[in-house]
């Protein structure tokens, strides 16, 4: 089983960054895909961006690519989401999660993903 705990959620204006991070306990980190999923309010939890067990491959939402960067330290046992030009519609939510597939496809939806975090809140104002 693996723990995880997110942190770095906040405040921040329109057009600001921010940097979440996971740590991950337990298990062999690097047995795991990991993912980061946003929830907003009244909505569903959908997919933001996910990369694989070593790291060399890397997959995104259409809504994020060019802006969030998911990056993961297998020694550190922690993977991180560098958000850039935040807009109010990215207010969230933020889980990362884990799965322990060995597929080759970065998993892309929730039901592949067996372990979460508690999650941490992004609020971005206008």
């Known amino acids: 089983q693996v723990q995880l705990a997110e942190s770095g959620g906040g405040l921040v204006q329109a057009g600001s960054s921010l940097r979440l991070s996971c740590a991950a306990s337990?298990?062999?980190?690097?047995?795991?895909?990991m993912g980061w999923f946003r929830q907003a309010l009244g909505k569903e939890r959908e997919f933001v961006a996910g990369?694989?067990?070593?790291?060399?491959?890397?997959y995104y939402a259409d809504s994020v690519q060019g802006r969030f960067t998911i990056s993961r330290d297998n020694a550190k046992n922690t993977v991180a989401l560098q958000m850039n030009s935040l807009k109010p519609e990215d207010t969230a939510v933020y889980y990362c999660?884990?799965?322990?597939?060995?597929?080759?496809?970065?998993?892309?939806?929730?039901?592949?993903?067996?372990?979460w975090g508690q999650g941490t809140q992004v609020t971005v104002s206008s």
């Open positions: 999660a884990a799965n322990s597939g060995s597929g080759l496809k970065v998993p892309d939806t929730q039901y592949e993903y067996e372990y």
């Open positions: 990369i694989s067990r070593r790291g060399g491959r890397t």
């Open positions: 337990g298990r062999t980190f690097s047995n795991y895909a």
